[in-house]
């Protein structure tokens, strides 16, 4: 069993950025595809970054982040986070961290573990 836990979130204007981070409790960290997903109210989780197991060389963003958010792992602290730039109010929502064991395509939205969530508001 993996325990995800996430923090960083909060509130901000319009163009201010925010670090998430994402602690995960496996002991073998490395193995594992990490991803970042957000829920925006009265809509459904979407997807919105990955990096692929320490070995995997991939990393995957939804167009509507791209170039503005970044994913990145550190294996030796087992965490994962999610730079946020340039942010807009269609940015808030609740966002989750989640990860697998078993190695999927970078646009395979399945994941096993989920961490609680922390919301992003964005004002504009």
């Known amino acids: 069993q993996v325990q995800l836990v996430e923090s960083g979130g909060g509130l901000v204007q319009a163009g201010d950025s925010l670090r998430l981070s994402c602690a995960a409790s496996?002991?073998?960290?490395?193995?594992?595809?990490m991803g970042w997903f957000r829920q925006a109210p009265g809509k459904e989780r979407e997807f919105v970054a990955a990096?692929?197991?320490?070995?995997?060389?991939?990393?995957y963003y939804a167009d509507s982040v791209k170039g503005r958010f970044t994913i990145s792992r550190d294996d030796a602290k087992n965490t994962v986070y999610l730079q946020m730039n340039s942010l807009k109010p269609e940015d808030t929502a609740v966002y989750y961290c989640?990860?697998?064991?078993?190695?999927?395509?970078?646009?395979?939205?399945?994941?096993?573990?989920w961490g609680q969530g922390t919301q992003v508001t964005v004002s504009s």
């Open positions: 990096v692929s197991w320490s070995g995997g060389g991939w990393i």
């Open positions: 496996a002991r073998t960290f490395g193995s594992y595809d």
């Open positions: 989640a990860a697998r064991k078993i190695a999927a395509a970078p646009n395979d939205g399945n994941y096993d573990y």
